[in-house]
């Protein structure tokens, strides 16, 4: 090591090394530590200046200029942000609340403008690797816009419109994107609020700032920008938009909230001096960190006039599109008077008015042409429009005129009906407005409902809330409504804007998913437009659900109410206003406001609120939610003549719904089903089935349909087995003691040759055959746990006897042996028709209250027999027959058999002779019996009459105590009695035993 520290240092150490390196000539082996040393020396002795001068001069490090603001809204920091992304927009802003992050641009076209309206674009996009997602599309990108951005682009669109000048008319588009979310925020507000901030920084001419806000209330306290946990337990949704002194846009999703209660969130959101006189009616001692935290929406307005003040760009010129005042003038004296003459005439309607306007604009223009005034021509439709406004709004201000004769709070005819589709689930037809001749300015729409599965609900693909909806309000807008020409497109902003407000209206009356599961869509078809049509859906939409049954709480009414005011072109305060019930289009379009409010009875459940001129008062809007409720209420009750109450879900076509749980057995074996079955069910059947966490849910047309897709459902995955329950089964083989039958899902169950029919069967092969369809019944199980089954239970037994055949009717004792032993079915014959009719209701009481088979071996079957003292013809037969293989434990056995044989042949020789004498004279020995008060445990037999007390009530039968402590049970019949009492003593025949030995007992007829 020291030899090479010294040879290192000489001057031409290092190129001498190099060149040796690079000659290719090794040097002697040395170790690897000595060789990582000489490395890790020779780089640290290369850093010569020489070598720095060949390498070149390094790059040079840029720092980008960044301006922030932060500040707090509520209980959160926001911060807003520029000078790092889209350094080249006109202005772009980053704004930030926790982990979530949007992007707001701005840009505008460096054209003339010449046009004469605003070409205002927003753009809002949610894209999934906000929140870390890969599309699931087919391409695995986004695609067109969804439903929740264009209803974002909305939210920022409505306030920023009316604040952009006069005469401004170059376009604008904003574009806003969501760079990463956590979840918990929606970034609807933010980006209105980046949106605004980016606008400031812009050269673009805009008369803001705006401050975007949003309000919840949690057990009857206000909330500033809730989470969206905080909003699932919210009943208020309010967002807010407002300059410093005037507010732009309000959108409400409630449940019921009063007009008070809505009022207090708006002066919270902004504060007013009317803000300190409501509190004082309310009788609300306010704190001064209350009055503080009032100032929410104006919290986002001074940061961004600080943060435009540090990087904001000088705003440029540009050049107004306004109409000079000698063209207004000349126009003006030439179409006053005859447009003036229109509007007085209330009995025009909505095209006939339409019409005549029309006629006068033509005459203007053929003036115009006559005098040569070029300047003129070129806005004259914008010229005529201005005359038009400040006619209708001098009558209705000045002498409270409006343009159908209507009072200013008067709400135009009604007409409503329900169920007018009987085909459909519910359906109805809501209009307003005069339908006459001429005069008819009609408002009406067509409301279906569509009731579905679970699985139809909407799936969802945004970043923040639910991920699917189940109640679905589609609104659309076709061009015949009014009287046009036009080609339909896709998802149109203004069909989805308008549904949205609808369905939120509706959305506060419907019943819990638990209560009631189905996925509801209601549609909406605009069959005529003059007026809103949103609020006209609410009204139809809520007689339509009622109509398809659906258990809503209580009708759902909207109305829209303007406003026309009057304004100081000095100073821009409204001096004078008057506000309007149930405008017009015409009033929407010439007016200030318009402002739709639907509820109930109780309360609003949606609001919104556009305007056109820069902001109206908040104390104008509060005061508009008074004749908006009066409106209300005269529609409510014109609704509730029609249909008061849902009507029942069976009636109609209204489709029916099942849904059971699967167990857990059941729910392993379904995984074929849920991928081929289903379908195959589907197409077979026509019911639409869906299984999500182990239900099964089915939507079917009729009750016929139902049936047969939950016969299908049933035999393919099962069902919970139940001793007496009917299953639809198939035979799947045939054996000589019975036949397995295929039920319930795949599982096997054993049909003895005894259970087919209540008539004798030689061969199972007679009365079955290999695949076919048949009902059973479920009797129970043996001793190894296969299922017992009965198809003679599912039959009704037949009763009726032949007079001229003494020996016609035969019964079959449910007694008989285990598979396994391959035996013959112990039976008796009772040859007697006064037996057969005295018995008859022994037999059916044995087969309704004691279990249905009952396990005997032959020697066990035999021996009950002698017990009892009914020996049949054929079990003497069988005996008679040659002996099995000699076995020696089977004679002692076979001589007591004989010897209580002889004994019982003597004693039926009383009789008469013959095989009629001796089953009449072994019956008369036993059906002359008393029932008999105590017996001993040993010696209890079937079809011994005895006294036994009752023990025990229980839900499926009795539990009986004979005198000696022997206990029993009897099973209730079906449609039986059932009323007994504790400790009564009834008189009870023993009909068997129960696998663990428990005798079984039947009530004896007094």
Known sequence: MAAMAAFLRRPKSIPLLAATLSAGVRPRRRSRTEFRSLCNAVTLDCASPASEQAAGPSPGRKVLETFREEFEVGSRTVSIETGKIARFANGAVVIAMDDTNVLSTVASARGDGARDFLPLTVDYQEKQYAQGVIPTTFMRREGAPKERELLCGRLIDRPIRPLFPHGFYHEVQVMANVLSSDGKQDPDVMAANATSAAIMLSDIPWNGPIGVIRVGRIDGKFIFNPTMDELSLSDLNLVYACTKDRTLMIDVQAREITENDLQAGLKLAHPEVVYFIFLDFLNIKTSPNRLQSGAQAIKYIDPQIRLAEKAGKKKREYKLSMISDSALEKIRSIAEAPIEAVFTDSSYGKFERGEALDLITQTVKAKLEEDCDEDSLKVLPKAVDMVRKQIIRRRIIDKGLRVDGRKLDEVRPLYCESGIYHMLHGSSLFSRGDTQVRSFTLNSVLCTVTLGAPGDAQRLDSIVGPPTKRFMLHYTFPPFSINEVAKRGGLNRREVGHGTLAEKALLAVLPP????????????????????????????????????????????????????????????????????????????????????????????????????????????????????????????????????????????????????????????????FLNFQRKRIEQETGARVSVSDGTVTIVAKTGSIMEKAQEKITFLIGREIEVGGTYKGVVSSIKEYGAFIEFNGGQQGLLHISELTHEPVSKVSDVLSVGQELSVMCIGQDLRGNMKLSLKATSPKKSSVDN?????????????????????????????????????????????????????????????????????????????RSPRPYDSSQDAGKSNLQNRQSKKEKNVSNGTKGKAGTIQGSVSHTGGEKPKPSVQAGSLKIGEKLIAKICQIRAHGLVLELSSGIRGMYKFEVNGKRDFELGKELQVRCSSFSIKGIPVFALLEN
Request: net charge negative; proline share 5%; glycine share 8%.
């Open 513 to 672: 998913e638990d209560d009631f599961p189905y996925t509801v869509r209601v549609n909406s078809e605009v069959m005529a437009s003059d007026g809103s049509t949103s609020m006209a859906t609410v009204c139809g939409g809520s007689m339509a659900l009622m109509d398809a049954g659906i258990p809503v709480r209580e009708h759902v009414a909207g109305v829209s109410v303007g406003l026309i005011s009057d304004v100081d072109p000095t100073t821009g305060n409204i001096t004078d206003y008057r506000i309007l019930t149930d405008i017009l289009g015409l009033e929407d379009h010439l007016g200030d406001m318009d402002f739709k409010i639907s509820g109930t009875r109780k309360g609003i459940t949606a609001i919104q609120l556009d305007i056109k001129p820069a902001g109206i008062p908040l104390d104008i809007i509060c005061e508009s939610l008074e004749p908006a409720r009066k409106g209300r209420i005269q529609i409510l009750n014109r609704m509730e003549e029609k249909i008061s109450a849902p009507r029942t879900m069976g009636d109609g076509s209204t489709p029916r719904l099942a849904t059971f749980k699967l167990n857990p057995e059941s729910l392993r074996r379904s995984i074929g």
């Open 804 to 880: 001229h055949d003494p020996i016609s009717a035969k019964q079959s004792v449910n007694v008989w042996a285990s598979p396994s032993e391959n035996v013959a079915t112990c039976t008796e014959n009772l040859e007697s028709t006064d037996v057969v009719q005295g018995e008859s209701n022994e037999i059916q009481s044995i087969t309704d209250s004691s279990p249905a088979v009952v396990i005997r071996s032959v020697a066990e079957c035999e021996a009950q027999e002698f017990a009892a003292g009914r020996v049949t013809q054929t079990t003497l037969r069988r005996l008679s």
